[in-house]
């Protein structure tokens, strides 16, 4: 069984950057892409960013590309999420998620293709 658990959110003014974490449990890490969601009040659940095992490949929605950066730490089974020019409608929960595919060649953005996800963690732009 894999846990994982985000933090770091919180509330920022508009303009201002915020870190997010995701320490995940047990040995494997290291083999899966790890991905980033985020689900604003009313809206249906959306891709952020998703990052390789190794780290070395990332991948981002439009609308966060430029002010968004995801990172891995594989020694520490932690995934990270650098928010910087953040905007009111960045405001949501966020979670991370686990692909379901060991040594994903292809980094997923659809929710089904990943099995195992954190409770969230709130993030609240105000301008």
């Known amino acids: 069984q894999v846990q994982l658990v985000e933090s770091g959110g919180g509330l920022v003014q508009a303009g201002g950057s915020l870190r997010l974490s995701c320490a995940a449990s047990?040995?494997?890490?290291?083999?899966?892409?790890m991905g980033w969601f985020r689900q604003a009040p009313g809206k249906e659940r959306e891709f952020v960013a998703a990052i390789g095992s190794s780290g070395s490949k990332t991948r981002y929605a439009d609308s966060v590309k430029g002010r968004f950066t995801i990172s891995r730490d594989n020694a520490k089974n932690t995934m990270y999420l650098q928010m910087n020019s953040l905007k009111p409608e960045d405001t949501a929960v966020y979670y991370c998620?686990?692909?379901?595919?060991?040594?994903?060649?292809?980094?997923?953005?659809?929710?089904?293709?990943?099995?195992?996800w954190g409770q969230g963690t709130q993030v609240t732009v105000s301008s």
């Open positions: 047990g040995r494997t890490f290291s083999s899966y892409a």
């Open positions: 998620a686990r692909d379901r595919t060991m040594y994903a060649v292809v980094l997923h953005t659809a929710m089904n293709d990943y099995d195992y």
